[in-house]
């Protein structure tokens, strides 16, 4: 069984960063891409950024340049370091993983509160 973990959410103020962390662990034979994904109350879930096993990353416009995927292969580890964070980050943010075994693979979430 797969199971995602994520980690390293909580509160900051605005300007602030944060780091958070996802590992996945289980009867994994191969990950081709792991993201992050966010929902704040009220809207949809949104890609924030994604990974593919060979380091090619894709952002949401709102987080270009203020928000790093990067992941650990060796560790089936992925992060998103957060800097200049707004209240409009405020969210509860959702690892993904597209893997094999497939399946619809989601961590339990982590949120994160920008607010002074």
């Known amino acids: 069984q797969v199971q995602l973990v994520e980690s390293g959410g909580g509160l900051v103020q605005p300007g602030g960063s944060l780091r958070l962390s996802c590992a996945a662990s289980?009867?994994?034979?191969?990950?081709?891409?792991m993201g992050w994904y966010r929902q704040a109350p009220g809207k949809q879930r949104e890609l924030v950024a994604a990974?593919?096993?060979?380091?090619?990353?894709n952002y949401a416009d709102s987080v270009k340049g203020r928000f790093t995927i990067s992941r650990d292969n060796a560790k089936n580890t992925v992060y998103l370091q957060m800097n200049s964070l707004k209240p409009e980050d405020t969210a509860v943010y959702y690892c993904?993983?597209?893997?094999?075994?497939?399946?619809?693979?989601w961590g339990q979430g982590t949120q994160v509160t920008v607010s002074s």
């Open positions: 990974i593919t096993s060979g380091g090619s990353t």
């Open positions: 289980g009867s994994i034979f191969s990950i081709y891409a």
């Open positions: 993904n993983a597209d893997l094999d075994p497939p399946g619809d693979y």
